[in-house]
């Protein structure tokens, strides 16, 4: 299975932005589809973002207009830039694949995102 390193998060303020890097290994990344997922303490794992293969992407509503997934193939490495945050964000992010609109069985360690003042 592909083996996943999240990296980038921190602590920011509310308006700030943050660039969370994903570094994929162990297949051919450039076939999959694969997302953004976040997790709140006591609340489930969410999807807020999805690239296809193709570089086609969609976005929760919660997302819209403030994060931008994107992916360099030649690095097999996917970006989630996260721009004007709100405490809301707060939460562990993970990527992984998007296998037949659910997440591939492996997950990585995600990485924190705090957002307050």
């Known amino acids: 299975q592909v083996q996943l390193v999240e990296s980038g998060g921190g602590l920011v303020q509310p308006g700030g932005s943050l660039r969370l890097s994903c570094a994929a290994s162990?297949?051919?990344?450039?076939?999959?589809?694969m997302g953004w997922y976040r997790q709140a303490p006591g609340k489930q794992r969410d999807l807020v973002a999805h690239?296809?293969?193709?570089?086609?992407?969609n976005y929760a509503d919660s997302v819209k207009g403030r994060f931008t997934i994107s992916r360099d193939n030649a690095k097999s490495t996917l970006y989630l830039q996260m721009n004007s945050l709100k405490p809301e964000d707060t939460a562990v992010y993970y990527c992984?694949?998007?296998?037949?609109?659910?997440?591939?069985?492996?997950w990585g360690q995600g990485t924190q995102v705090f957002v307050s003042s």
């Open positions: 690239i296809t293969s193709s570089g086609r992407t």
């Open positions: 162990g297949s051919i990344f450039s076939v999959y589809a």
């Open positions: 992984n694949r998007v296998v037949g609109g659910k997440p591939g069985g492996s």
